[in-house]
């Protein structure tokens, strides 16, 4: 990313994204769901919880052991590489839905077995209820559900009690911070908090118990920030999601009894997971790799043909997976945006390649011709408005890969567009070619003081060189940009000092999209 703006006092939010950058978003809610386990365990020894601390050490070995083993044995079967990570997930999921069984004298082998059994069916549901690869319901959720029916357990989300909200709650914020999913919990917790109300409050509870019942004693908190946000089981845009989330909210807090099904939080989300399925791109997508070619010294280009056509929209993203022998902290699921156009034969990404490189771009670099990946998710509303509303693209490095897609096909020809292109020099600015035939208005601001291509404008030759990229410099340099939806790519720190920019500069709608995690 340009120095011009890692110069620039970072703000706190920046700062807080570039550490949790360092986890995907799996490793993270592996360790939170980790560390609520150990606290539970606490809990459980300083008398906050009865469960008894042999009892809860035997429960989480199940849930994690038969999980773990479960989903080895069937990736096994149908010849993929497991997912650790996900599977310790679902484990850890289970240990939360599900009482610890009691040892010794109580001891009650048909919970035991149902527990044993919610394990199995989670994994197996990664495979039987899945289409084109990609699992349509949430494991833990489905296993839970289907052991309901067999009557040898229910899943009773014991994690919603007052004693783990010390951690619960710091913890569920962190995950939605890190997933950018804290609108679409709210909508949830807020839907599902006014239908208790509506229900109870005419019984004579009054509104503040109602609230406390709902967020203290029962599982809405937990399940906003493990299980509604699950991101396989998402629609791709954000209103989609919202929508999902306020359907699902309603039908987990709706009291009714169908006789053989009853509202349960497991039946709410599953049937959030449907709509999500019929809303979005239906199951994974094959990629066969095809060549790679060097952008820029520390920048790469991979070609893939997609088995199937990919949909997306321009400046949207896809998840790959990309299994590796030895994963870093980082894990095997990596997103990247989309740079190719959504009628091109072939897929394109743009990806980062100085040294030192993530285990998973290793991988990327290591590819063979006719290499097989899979495309997990296509997501992401970074997306140009309709219509002709005039825009000021901002590009910091890498981050100039989102809107690559969006200037194809001539389409800035037929809506008035700048792009504000930040790099260290001007070796370093990637897709000149693409940017030539774009028909934007393309500016350059080169921290060295260099001089970009001809066809691009020196932002250095108007403001001078070292010159800071505030707000004034940016309105020198596009005046109008108040009039202007004004979109912003690279790093969280790039970003979040751009941002404030354009903001200072008059910008009143400011989209962005940060590489946390990248």
Sequence with gaps: ???????????????????????????????????????????DALGWLTFGIPNMLAHLALCLGLTYVSNRALAALFRVQPHTESSLITGLLLYFLFWPTQLGPDFAPMELAGVALACVLASASKYALAWRGRHVFNPAAAG??????????????????PSMLWLLVPGVLLVLYRTRKTLMAA??????????AAVQVPTGLDVGSAVWQTLAQGPVLFFAGFMLTEPLTLPPRRWQQLAMAAVVGILLATPYNLGLVANSPELALLAGNLLAFLAGQRGSVRLLFSHSRSLTPT???????PQRPLRHEPGQYL???LPHSKPDGRGRRRVFSLTSPPDAQHVTIGVGTAHPVSAAKRKLLSLRPGEELTATTVAGDFILPK????????AAGIGITPFLAQLSGGAPRERDTVLLYLARNAAELAYATELQDSGARIIARLADGSAPPDFIEDAGAVLGHGTRLDGHAL????????????FVSGSPASVGSLRRAARHA????????SFAGY
């Design 1 to 43: 990313m340009s120095s011009t703006t890692s110069r620039q006092q970072a703000a706190p939010g920046a700062a807080l994204d570039a550490y949790l950058g360092r986890f995907t978003m799996y490793r993270l809610v592996l360790l939170v769901l980790a560390a609520l386990a150990a606290y539970s365990l606490l809990l």
């Design 144 to 161: 839970a559900f289907i052991t309901g029916l067999t009557g040898l357990n229910i899943a009773t989300w014991w994690a919603g009690t």
């Design 187 to 196: 909508v949830f917790i807020l839907v599902a908090t006014a239908v208790v």
């Design 299 to 305: 920048t790469t280009e991979f070609v893939f043909r």
């Design 319 to 321: 998840e790959l997976d």
């Design 387 to 394: 219509g002709q509303d005039p825009v000021l693209l901002i």
């Design 475 to 486: 309105k020198r340099l596009v005046p109008d940009i108040g009039q202007r939806r004004v």
């Design 506 to 513: 008059g910008a009143r709608r400011i989209h962005v999209d």
